[in-house]
Every structure is written in structure tokens, then in C-alpha cells.
Antibody, heavy 121, light 107 residues
Framework: EVQLVESGGGLVQPGGSLRLSCAASGFTFSSYGMSWVRQAPGKGLEWLSG????????YYADSVKGRFTTSRDNSKNTLYLQLNSLRAEDTAVYYC??????????????WGQGTMVTVSS | DIQMTQSPSTLSASVGDRVTITCRASQSIRSWLAWYQQKPGKAPNLLIYRASSLESGVPSRFSGSGSGTEFTLTISNLQPDDFATYYC?????????FGQGTKVEIK
């Protein structure tokens, strides 16, 4: 079964750091680009970052550039998001998502269940 | 970044209705547009990609059209399971961006 499972969310103080993980199974992880998307409570979806299958290319939204870092370990079939200098407005459910290939490259056809990050003192 | 604007923000409809949601891009994205459905507390689910291609397993009552800057998602014969929030997403160029969402409510 194709599956993405996020972990690592929780309560963190403003200015703090957190690392999220996304464990993949059921597909050839290294063949696919991956992304992180978040959703603040009651709000819409916001794409944050993407990474190529090899991990050699990364992309970031302006809102998180310089604060968040995406990486992957293909030997462990795991995607990571390092969140630094966290702010209250970073409070959200964080999803990892698999990007498709060919005409679906950039399309999120597999999503994890999400992990909640709360930034509060 | 490319801005995506959906309309309406909320739509009230009845079972059996045909509903249309519009998504406009701030610049041409050719046909690189996807549509997702999201239910409360759940991750989004892909419906349509490349503007009009139906994702495997998605009912045929969902259809997409458009190119350039204007796109539509149509749900014909609305079913109880279709009451949800719908998002468009452009993947023409980074940063990928989503519309703000359209909530389809029961009238």
C-alpha cells in the first residue's frame, strides 16, 4: 500500500525549532519529487517546499525561505522538514505529499495524514 | 509568484445540482492546473490534473476545463459525498500555489 506518514509535530515556543519527518512506503521513493504543504487552522492550503527525487534540488516559498529546510534520506525512504525561528503564524497542520511524474509532475497525488505544529508560549 | 483566485468562496447547492467553480491565474499557466477535494480533518484528494484529466478512481461526474488563465471545475449531479472544500493549484512554475478554496455546502 502506498503510504506517507508524518511525525514530529508538537508544541514549540516562538523562536524554537522542530524537525518533521515523513516516512514513505509502497513506492520507489527516490524516483519522486516530494513537497511539504501546510494548512493553518480554518485556512487554505499553502505549498512550502519541494525537493527532487535525488535530493539535489530544493525549492521554497518566500514565506519560509531561510527558516525552513527540506531534505531527504532515500536510504531510509524518509523526507524531512527542519523548521527554525518559528512564529505563531507557522501554527498549522503540515502535510508531506508525493509529486507525480510526466504530466503530473508538480501534482500531489499522495498525501500523508498531516502532523500538527503549534507555536505558542 | 503566480496568484490563484477561486470563485465563489462558498457555494450552496442541493443533491443532484450541477455546480461550477472557477479558478483564475494571475498569468498564463497553460494547462498546468490541478483540482483537489478536501473534507474536514482529512488530507486533500486529487481530482483533476492538467486542467481536464480525471485522476484514476475519481467519479466521472467531476470534470475540468480551461487553459491559460481561466479554469473551471464542474460537478454534475452533486452527491452527498461531494460536500467539501475544493482547491485549485498551479504547477506551471515554482512556487506552486493554491487557490483560497471553495466550500460547497448543502442548501
Amino acid at each position: 500500500e502506498v503510504q506517507l506518514v508524518e511525525s514530529g509535530g508538537g508544541l514549540v515556543q516562538p523562536g524554537g525549532s522542530l524537525r518533521l519527518s515523513c516516512a514513505a512506503s509502497g513506492f520507489t521513493f527516490s524516483s519522486y519529487g516530494m513537497s511539504w504543504v501546510r494548512q493553518a487552522p480554518g485556512k487554505g492550503l499553502e505549498w512550502l517546499s519541494g525537493i527532487s527525487g535525488s535530493g539535489g534540488i530544493t525549492y521554497y516559498a518566500d514565506s519560509v525561505k531561510g527558516r525552513f529546510t527540506t531534505s531527504r534520506d532515500n536510504s531510509k525512504n524518509t523526507l524531512y522538514l527542519q523548521l527554525n525561528s518559528l512564529r505563531a503564524e507557522d501554527t498549522a497542520v503540515y502535510y508531506c505529499a508525493n509529486e507525480g511524474v510526466a504530466t503530473k509532475s508538480g501534482v500531489f497525488d499522495i498525501w500523508g495524514q498531516g502532523t500538527m505544529v503549534t507555536v505558542s508560549s | 509568484d503566480i496568484q490563484m483566485t477561486q470563485s465563489p468562496s462558498t457555494l450552496s447547492a442541493s443533491v443532484g445540482d450541477r455546480v461550477t467553480i472557477t479558478c483564475r491565474a494571475s498569468q498564463s499557466i497553460r494547462s498546468w492546473l490541478a483540482w483537489y477535494q478536501q473534507k474536514p480533518g482529512k488530507a486533500p484528494n486529487l481530482l483533476i490534473y492538467r486542467a481536464s484529466s480525471l485522476e484514476s478512481g475519481v467519479p466521472s461526474r467531476f470534470s475540468g476545463s480551461g487553459s491559460g488563465t481561466e479554469f473551471t471545475l464542474t460537478i454534475s449531479n452533486l452527491q452527498p459525498d461531494d460536500f467539501a472544500t475544493y482547491y485549485c493549484q498551479q504547477y506551471n512554475s515554482y512556487a506552486w500555489t493554491f487557490g483560497q478554496g471553495t466550500k460547497v455546502e448543502i442548501k
